[in-house]
């Protein structure tokens, strides 16, 4: 079946340093994923995408890239700020059913101190 | 535009009680569904409405949950009777077509006493 695990959390960092999350993901095919973020109080917002292999998905000083060859898509920044805290979700969704019924992973909390 | 709005935002009911939930769409969104995070697990998918109809409701957990969206509008979800493992929050989302991205909302906080 399809899966998504992705580091467990939580994270803390200072602000401007380097922040990976791993994700890696089992799926059948070939497909899309995604990271969300969810602010304090608020829902879920899409923060970048990827629909194929070696596609680069960037937004907000975030990127991720599609590795189909380590079925990954880690998300990285070279320097957090504080309103960077939040929880990121990464996701898949399968090709075969569209683009809408996503599997998550189980969420990374992070934290920006100043 | 106006966002996905669900109320309440946060309900607390005793076991046993009957709770029910509710979504606004984006206006113009035929696509809905909800979506549920359980105790700081994996955020799973519930059920997918196309206007009125029930595309795909595969992750309701089991007949305790009814979701309903009459119209074609709002949808409700109604869990009746509530049990402990009911907790979590509950995430609507909505997209204009099948495969353009998920607007969410806020989400609804259930606990279950």
């Known amino acids: 079946g399809n899966s998504v695990t992705q580091m467990e959390g939580p994270v803390t960092l200072s602000e401007e340093a380097f922040l990976t999350i791993n994700c890696t993901y089992t799926a059948t095919g070939y497909p899309s994923l995604f990271w969300y973020v969810q602010y304090p109080g608020e829902g879920l917002q899409l923060l970048l995408k990827a629909t194929k292999a070696d596609d680069k998905g960037s937004n907000k000083g975030f990127e991720a890239t599609y590795r189909k060859e380590t079925t990954s898509f880690h998300l990285e920044k070279g320097s957090v700020q504080v309103s960077d805290s939040a929880v990121y979700f990464c996701s898949l969704a399968p090709r075969i059913q569209g683009a809408q019924k996503l599997v998550f992973g189980q969420g990374t909390r992070l934290t920006i101190n100043p | 535009e106006a966002g996905v709005t669900q109320f309440p935002s946060h309900s607390v009911i005793e076991k046993g009680q009957t709770v029910t939930l509710r979504c606004d769409p984006i206006s113009g969104h035929d696509n809905l569904y909800w979506y549920r995070r359980v105790m700081g697990k994996e955020i799973k998918f519930l059920l997918h409405f196309v206007k009125e109809s029930k595309q795909d409701e595969s992750g309701m957990p089991n007949n305790r949950f009814l979701a309903e969206r009459t119209g074609g509008t709002y949808s409700t979800l109604k869990v009746q009777p509530a049990e402990l493992e009911d907790s979590g929050v509950y995430f609507c989302?909505?997209?204009?077509?099948?495969?353009?991205?998920?607007?969410f909302g806020n989400g609804t906080r259930l606990t279950v006493t």
């Open positions: 989302a909505s997209s204009q077509d099948p495969v353009s991205p998920l607007h």
